[in-house]
């Protein structure tokens, strides 16, 4: 190529005073969801710019219009996140809609990045083997034997734990290397495993140790709450079954860790998935982030499950 030579680049679409901004700081910040950002984009689309003042007082019922929303208090809370971090201040006016007064810029001490560069810089400086902060699922209603379960962002069950596991459930009686598979075969990605699953003439301490389970947190968008626990719930069951334990959630029978005999409307996880999930708000749920955390919280109950099902056999034996 030429020194005198340039690539043609199409220029994007553009027209003065016809859009709505973001600024740079407000989308790098963790702490505010999309759904504030965008709310902020819409209010950010009211200011008068000859004015200069900022202050725009739009009823809310038309910002959730405009957003989607059905009803305007899904937006109350993304107000409060964004009057939080200093993007907004809100003055109640009663009788009227409220005034709000939009930010450009963050309050003064603003920590986080407020360009590109601080944030690829930081980014860059970074480990990458850096693990984030662990995050903690608490169910008031758990009547399992773990009323916390602990989860990470990390949406894949940790091989260390798996090989931990595996440690305990290997015995002597496991040199032959027996396995069992479902009939509809391990893989739980968006497919459900079939309760009868093929069984191994062996005992149930011969099976192989656990895997890392494929499924992923986008398979989840968009589902009920009802779907998603369903959902959940059989990857709960595909799980223990990957870890050498057994629950016919469709079939009458079965048992529980203590040797009692379980009933056909009875699972011993359900309930508590569901106790789980309605902790959650609905906008929560529609986030891969949340679904992920969820998805870690039941295949690590799982594990747990199966390993207590492995040592009350050996106790009963």
Same mark, same amino acid.
């Given at each position: ?36 950002? *965008? ?82 810089? +930081? ?114 069951? +595909? ?29 011993? *996880?359900?309930?508590?998935?569901? *106790? ?42």
């Amino acid at each position: 190529m030429k020194n005198d030579e340039r690539t043609e680049i199409r220029a994007g679409r553009t027209e003065p005073a016809k859009f709505a901004k973001v600024p740079i700081w407000l989308v790098l910040n963790p702490d505010v969801t999309p759904q504030a950002k *965008a709310l902020y984009g819409a209010l950010h689309a009211h200011v008068n710019v000859k004015r200069g003042d900022g202050a725009v007082w739009p009823a809310l019922t038309t910002i959730a219009q405009m957003l989607g929303y059905r009803h305007r208090q899904s937006l109350t809370r993304y107000v409060k996140e964004l009057d939080a971090v200093g993007a907004i201040d809100v003055e109640e006016v009663p009788g009227r809609s409220s005034i709000y007064v939009v930010h450009e810029t963050p309050v003064d001490g603003y920590a986080g990045p407020q360009t590109l560069t601080d944030f690829y810089a +930081a980014r860059n400086a970074a480990t990458e083997d850096a693990l984030p902060d662990p995050v903690t699922v608490t169910d008031p209603r758990y009547r399992g034997r773990n009323p916390q379960v602990s989860t990470t962002r990390n949406s894949q069950v940790s091989t260390g734990r798996n090989s931990q596991v595996a440690r305990i459930r290997r015995t002597e009686s496991d040199e032959g290397n027996h396995t069992r598979t479902s009939s509809e075969g391990d893989s739980i990605e968006g497919t459900p495993v079939r309760a009868h699953a093929s069984r191994s003439p062996q005992g149930r301490s011969q099976l192989k140790g656990p895997r890392e389970d494929p499924a992923l947190p986008g398979h989840l968008v968009g589902l009920t709450r009802k779907a998603l626990t369903r959902q959940l719930t059989k990857i709960w069951t +595909a799980v223990i079954r990957e870890n050498g334990a057994d629950w016919e959630s469709s079939t009458p029978g079965g048992f529980d860790v203590d040797g009692a005999v379980r009933h056909r409307d009875r699972h011993p *996880a359900g309930g508590r998935i569901k *106790a789980t999930i309605d902790q959650f708000d609905d906008f929560q749920l529609r986030e891969t982030q949340v679904l992920a955390q969820l998805l870690t919280a039941v295949r690590e109950d799982a594990v747990k499950w199966a390993r207590q099902c492995h040592e009350g056999w050996q106790n009963a034996a």
